[in-house]
């Protein structure tokens, strides 16, 4: 049996990612009970609301069963290895999940777990939330492909997630990054073969947000970089998406943050609470899209 992890967007063909985009919009009656009386195991490293609530959800509604773990009760590489314990649960699970700081434990899993092992988010990427922002941008924006995206900020593992479904899209990519916390070049080129219309990296975020139709961003210091705060809120002081940065979009323009957001730091409160914003509707796509994927990953076909 040909195992399917999903540790990356860029697992994904186009062809697999409009299918997951298919199946996170039809009815949940349609798609069956693929994971009737099935365990789902959800490893948590990191704290998590939406992350949580949106897997377990997806997993209820396709008939299985979520079991919560917090990273301390199987310690990876310390109280087990990383290979013992993926080992161990797949033989209970139909499918482990996990949260977690660095993506080389996910790979170290998928490399000897006989279930799909599915990244929540890890120090590289997060593409379960990719997965929702470009549902959220499909719904309200319609076909994407030559419609333009632009990131604001750091570009970090939220960024590359979307920049690569983006890519596979047809969209085209607009990063408006300070300097040294953008893309480099050889990143530049790997998201334009993947299928990106165009991809170009600014130092302002008034000139990567010109014509964008989405506008993403997220918060300036991540889990882990707490120590660099000070440093963050220097280097980023001129990246808060604020009506000027949005007064350079398209007509009917749309902003976007996966969440938690601090107001007044990345965003202002009258772009994330204003009439452009469709943060709520994000955040609330992450349990279709999960939906979707789990769908897929268990051979169900729109």
């Known amino acids: 049996m040909n195992i399917r992890h999903f540790l990356d967007i860029t697992d994904l063909s186009a062809r697999d990612l409009g299918s997951v985009m298919n199946l996170a919009q039809v009815e949940i009656s349609s798609l069956g009970r693929p994971l009737s009386d099935k365990g789902v195991a959800l490893i948590f490293e990191k704290p998590s609301n939406r992350t949580r609530h949106s897997m377990e959800m997806a997993v209820v509604q396709l008939g299985g069963h979520p079991i919560f773990t917090r990273g301390e009760e199987v310690g990876f590489d310390q109280r087990e290895t990383v290979e013992?314990?993926?080992?161990?649960?797949?033989?209970?699970?139909?499918?482990?999940?996990?949260?977690?700081?660095?993506?080389?434990?996910?790979?170290?899993?998928?490399?000897?777990?006989?279930v799909p092992i599915i990244n929540m988010l890890s120090d590289h990427s997060h593409p379960l939330q990719a997965l929702a922002d470009l549902?959220?941008?499909?719904?309200?924006?319609?076909?994407?492909?030559?419609?333009?995206?632009?990131?604001?900020?750091?570009?970090?593992?939220?960024?590359?997630?979307?920049?690569?479904?983006?890519?596979?899209d047809g969209m085209h990519i607009r990063l408006g990054c300070p300097d040294g916390y953008g893309a480099n070049e050889i990143e530049l080129s790997r998201i334009a073969n993947l299928g990106a219309a165009s991809v170009n990296q600014f130092s302002s975020a008034q000139t990567a947000s010109t014509g964008a139709h989405a506008v993403h961003t997220d918060v300036f210091v991540s889990m882990g970089q707490e120590a660099e705060t000070a440093k963050r809120m220097i280097d980023f002081k001129d990246f808060c998406v604020d009506s000027e940065v949005m007064a350079n979009t398209a007509k009917d323009a749309i902003f976007m943050h996966c969440l938690p957001a601090h107001r007044g730091v990345e965003v202002t409160s009258e772009v994330i609470d204003g009439a452009q914003s469709r943060v709520v509707t994000q955040a609330h796509n992450r349990m279709h899209a999960a939906r979707g994927l789990l769908a897929h990953l268990m051979g169900v076909t729109r």
């Open 84 to 114: 013992d314990v993926t080992r161990i649960m797949a033989g209970y699970h139909h499918v482990i999940a996990a949260r977690v700081f660095e993506h080389s434990i996910l790979q170290r899993m998928a490399a000897v777990s006989s």
């Open 135 to 168: 549902l959220t941008m499909r719904q309200e924006l319609g076909e994407l492909r030559n419609k333009t995206v632009a990131w604001i900020g750091d570009y970090n593992n939220v960024a590359r997630s979307l920049v690569e479904a983006c890519a596979l």
